[in-house]
């Protein structure tokens, strides 16, 4: 399995973003991105159930969308109006929808900063 993000990069506060995460290896809707911003813990950002509804955290909500094309096997994150405090390594995870809830695949990350 095999998960690469992009899409990171620097962006004043307010711009937008688009991170995508390529998928290969597996082939699920249970995907997920978390964020660990310097000094703090990773977190949760947003993710996909296996009724393909939307889950995101409270300080994303209204200003990302997690998507996936399933024909390119790749998840997305649309942001917008970034803040600074969204500023973090974002990562990209998956995991098999029948094998519970922890995700046992990793990408490596991509850079987000915003000032």
């Known amino acids: 399995v095999q998960l690469v993000e992009s899409g990171g990069g620097s962006v004043q506060a307010g711009g937008s973003l688009r991170l995508s995460c390529a998928a290969s290896?597996?082939?699920?809707?249970?995907m997920a991105w978390f964020r660990q911003a310097p000094g703090k813990e990773r977190e949760f950002a947003s993710r996909?159930?296996?009724?393909?509804?939307?889950s995101y955290t409270d300080t994303v909500t209204g200003r990302f969308t997690i998507s996936k094309d399933f024909a390119k096997n790749t998840l997305y994150l649309q942001m917008n109006s970034l803040k600074p405090e969204d500023t973090a390594m974002y990562y990209c995870?998956?995991?098999?929808?029948?094998?519970?809830?922890?995700?046992?695949?990793w990408g490596q990350g991509t850079q987000v900063t915003v000032s």
């Open positions: 290896g597996i082939s699920t809707r249970c």
């Open positions: 995870a998956a995991r098999l929808c029948s094998r519970g809830p922890t995700f046992p695949y």
């Open positions: 996909i159930d296996p009724d393909l509804s939307a």
